[in-house]
């Protein structure tokens, strides 16, 4: 993969000529979450492609030939075919792409990662206010809390940087009394993860005094 | 399915045993456009199936070991295994049965369908929020939005030139939004969909379509039905029968 590291487009480019024969383009941004899938898949299935980072604040006018609303990922290959939809398209690769599956063969089995993946985006969507039962914290929210600080700890929080919501409830917990007396101390938590995966006995009193 | 067999089952009833080799079982109810879905599949398919109908008001407690959300459809096989989601299931039955493919096998042509499918996640939630309004409470509002929608759906025809949304045949994706223009009449909304003459085109040759109508259900069932569930009646589920 190319050009994931690259300026991106905005009002005013040029647009990209025709995507040459035996590669994919896709259109992208760094930091979106739903890129990131796409790139995930094209990655692990060793797909040679192009990435062209859009500039969503101030898109090129040419890019809403590409989507009708101007959003990414969209998938653009030699025949000019455009597919948008992270998980149409990380479907689209697996099937133009037999080699390296991806999805299970057996049908009961593909038929399963899709019910997760539903479950998964339920929580995405259930998150229409501040925090995930209403205005207030509550019991869910101390629920899913632990998964989402180690994000922080593990250094990749960054992948929620576009989708806001999920970003600003990151925020509201840090500043919640409960969470905050318990927040898991960075270095402390590097320090654990280094001599665990050393199978280190000391592993679990790392950083402990007395 | 005789009317017996069709009852549907509520708390405190026996579970059914496990599903018979040979044989797919769909939990269902008679007028849920959801499981409409995987029904018109399974008929597509010509695959030998048995139907339970749940009694969504009071559901049986065995149930929630089918699907912990407690919704219809579900499908469970002769192994044990247990698919929600009704166009996961849809997708199920036409990987794991032969005879003809539903969703086309070219990878391109399949993703085009899949995205036009996008464009009909609105229409669910319309009809809900209308068929929910007690007291025929101003629509108009909501049937405006429906008409934008359908707007949407007749583009696509437009842009493709074929009768049915995946082209010259009927294939997944007419089966997956269709069970709700089988409401449109029952509803009479019908006149949502006059300014969007392709779109009527294709429920007309919908209706044709032989899988469509051995599954057809009477419009006076649906008005029994959505008359009884309004008032919250437990009987709503077996009107008719």
């Known amino acids: 993969m190319s050009g994931n590291a690259t300026k991106t487009l905005g009002k005013g480019c040029a647009p990209p000529g025709r995507v040459p024969e035996g590669t994919m383009r896709l259109y992208s941004m760094r930091f979106c979450p739903y890129s990131h899938r796409t790139r995930l898949v094209l990655q692990a299935k060793g797909i040679k492609c192009q990435v062209v980072n859009i500039n969503l604040r101030s898109k090129p006018e040419w890019f809403y030939t590409k989507h009708p609303f101007g959003q990414i990922p969209v998938l653009e290959n030699s025949k000019c075919q455009l597919i948008y939809e992270s998980v149409i398209i990380c479907e689209y690769l697996d099937d133009v792409y037999p080699e390296k599956k991806l999805f299970p063969c057996d049908p009961y089995e593909r038929a399963r990662q899709k019910m997760l993946l539903e479950l998964f985006c339920k929580i995405l969507c259930y998150q229409k206010t501040s925090f995930f039962g209403g205005n207030c914290i509550s019991m869910i929210d101390y629920l899913l809390w632990p998964w989402f600080e180690r994000l922080d700890v593990y250094g990749v929080a960054d992948c929620v940087d576009h989708t806001p919501t999920l970003k600003l409830w990151m925020a509201a917990m840090k500043q919640d009394p409960a969470v905050c007396a318990l927040l898991i101390d960075r270095s402390t938590f590097l320090g654990f993860l280094n001599l665990y995966f050393q199978n280190s006995p000391d592993a679990f009193d790392y950083g402990l005094t007395c | ?241």
């Open chain 2, 1 to 241: 399915m005789s009317e017996r067999s069709a009852r549907s089952l509520a708390k405190g009833s026996e579970p059914p045993g496990p599903v018979p080799e040979g044989l797919i079982r769909i939990y269902s109810m008679r007028f849920c456009p959801f499981a409409k879905r995987t029904l018109l599949v399974l008929k597509a398919k010509g695959i030998r199936h048995e139907v339970i109908n749940i009694n969504l008001k009071n559901k049986p407690e065995w149930f929630f070991t089918k699907n912990p959300l407690g919704l219809v459809p579900v499908l469970e096989n002769s192994q044990g295994q247990l698919i929600c989601e009704s166009a996961i299931t849809c997708e199920y039955l036409d990987e794991a049965y032969p005879g003809k493919k539903l969703w086309p096998d070219d990878p391109y042509k399949k993703a085009c369908q899949k995205m036009d499918f996008e464009l009909f996640s609105e229409v669910p939630r319309l009809l809900k929020s209308i068929f929910s309004r007690r007291d025929k409470e101003d629509c108009s509002g909501l049937k405006e939005q429906l008409c934008k929608e359908f707007s949407k759906l007749e583009e696509v025809l437009t842009k493709k030139k074929t009768t049915f949304f995946g082209g010259y045949s009927v294939s997944m994706i007419d089966y997956l939004i269709w069970p709700w223009f089988e409401w449109l009449q029952a509803m009479e909304l019908s006149e949502c969909a006059d300014h969007t003459p392709k779109l009527k085109l294709w429920m007309a040759a919908m209706w044709e379509d032989p899988t469509v109508s051995a599954l057809r259900m009477d419009v006076k069932a649906f008005q029994g039905f959505f008359a009884l569930y309004s008032q919250n009646s437990l009987e709503a589920y077996d009107y008719g029968l």
